[in-house]
């Protein structure tokens, strides 16, 4: 992932987030998957790690 899109999403507080779940009519378990990857997302800042992006076809 971009570090610009890592940073960013580091940076969504809990009220942003909350604020893009009711935007987007996420379920409570897709709040859950989007705060597990921001909190991830901390991690790597913090650590001054990247992250990436893995999916199966």
Do not use: H, I, K
């Amino acid at each position: 992932m971009a570090s610009e899109t890592v940073e960013a999403l580091a940076a969504a507080d809990d009220a942003r987030l909350r604020e893009y779940a009711e935007e987007e009519l996420l379920d409570e378990f897709e709040v859950e998957r989007v705060t597990a990857l921001r909190d991830l997302a901390r991690a790597a800042v913090r650590l001054n790690q990247g992250m990436y992006c893995w999916m199966c076809p």
